[in-house]
């Protein structure tokens, strides 16, 4: 039986073989997480599941061992105040951590199953300032730079994918618009921007800072 299931994964396209592991990642130490009512791995597992599909591995292994580390230090993540106790929303936390690795990678994926293959390259830089607010270099002309680069990141993956295509093909710019609307108006800058307020807020650079540098595209303020 397992025989003809790997058979079958081996068979499949791209995205069918991202989709067994991705979530074969995610349920797997959802199952770990849930057992010992953590949310350490949630980081380290997204890390792990870009890792395997071979997109940028360098980058997501780095990435997910950062922040493995960082919230080991922490000793835990706040947006899991309220799930770390309950399996099924922790579940659904993992589910959509994977829905969101086979979004992101759709595009390569359906490049890597065509014709015309061309392998893009990605950079991307993490910076930090022990516990005070970057005001300097990249964050000098943007608050969220690193996030802005990320977006531009995916949709130039997804250009760098497209060519040649036609058709119904484009309506996968949804993609990288998904992640831009995701992380500029859910899960990325709100969260932080929330937080540094708190942290920040009487503090009157910060308030200087804040409003004369845009948020998250450079000189032109747009979000």
Same mark, same amino acid.
């Given at each position: 039986?397992?025989s003809?299931?790997v058979?079958?994964?081996?068979?499949?396209?791209?995205v069918?073989?991202?989709?067994c592991?991705?979530?074969?990642?995610?349920?797997?130490?959802?199952?770990?997480?849930?057992?010992?009512?953590?949310?350490?791995f949630?980081?380290?597992?997204?890390g792990?599941?870009?890792a395997?599909?071979e997109?940028?591995?360098?980058?997501?292994?780095r990435?997910?061992?950062?922040?493995?580390?960082?919230?080991?230090?922490?000793? @835990?993540?706040?947006?899991f105040?309220?799930a770390?106790?309950s399996?099924?929303?922790?579940?659904?936390?993992?589910?959509?951590?994977?829905?969101?690795?086979i979004?992101?990678?759709?595009?390569?994926?359906?490049?890597?199953?065509?014709?015309?293959?061309r392998?893009p390259?990605?950079?991307?830089?993490?910076?930090?300032?022990?516990?005070?607010?970057?005001d300097?270099?990249?964050?000098?002309?943007?608050?969220?730079?690193?996030?802005?680069?990320?977006?531009?990141?995916w949709?130039?993956?997804?250009v760098?994918?497209?060519?040649?295509?036609? @058709?119904?093909?484009?309506?996968?710019?949804?993609?990288?618009?998904f992640n831009?609307?995701?992380?500029?108006r859910?899960?990325?800058?709100?969260?932080?921007?929330?937080?540094?307020?708190?942290r920040?807020g009487?503090?009157?650079?910060?308030r200087?800072?804040?409003?004369?540098?845009?948020?998250?595209?450079?000189?032109?303020?747009?979000?």
């Amino acid at each position: 039986m397992w025989s003809s299931v790997v058979a079958f994964i081996k068979g499949s396209s791209s995205v069918v073989q991202l989709a067994c592991v991705d979530f074969g990642i995610q349920w797997g130490l959802w199952t770990v997480s849930a057992a010992l009512h953590t949310e350490k791995f949630y980081d380290l597992a997204v890390g792990a599941a870009v890792a395997a599909a071979e997109h940028g591995a360098r980058l997501a292994a780095r990435l997910g061992l950062f922040l493995f580390v960082r919230v080991l230090k922490e000793g @835990g993540d706040r947006r899991f105040n309220r799930a770390r106790d309950s399996p099924a929303t922790l579940f659904a936390f993992w589910t959509m951590q994977g829905v969101w690795v086979i979004v992101t990678l759709l595009p390569t994926l359906v490049m890597m199953d065509s014709e015309t293959r061309r392998q893009p390259s990605t950079q991307h830089y993490v910076g930090w300032d022990h516990g005070r607010f970057i005001d300097t270099g990249l964050w000098s002309i943007s608050r969220h730079p690193n996030y802005f680069g990320e977006i531009l990141l995916w949709f130039g993956l997804y250009v760098s994918a497209s060519v040649g295509w036609s @058709g119904r093909r484009h309506l996968l710019v949804l993609c990288p618009l998904f992640n831009y609307l995701l992380i500029s108006r859910l899960s990325g800058v709100p969260p932080l921007e929330k937080a540094a307020a708190k942290r920040w807020g009487s503090d009157p650079r910060y308030r200087r800072y804040a409003s004369t540098v845009p948020e998250l595209v450079p000189f032109i303020g747009f979000t």
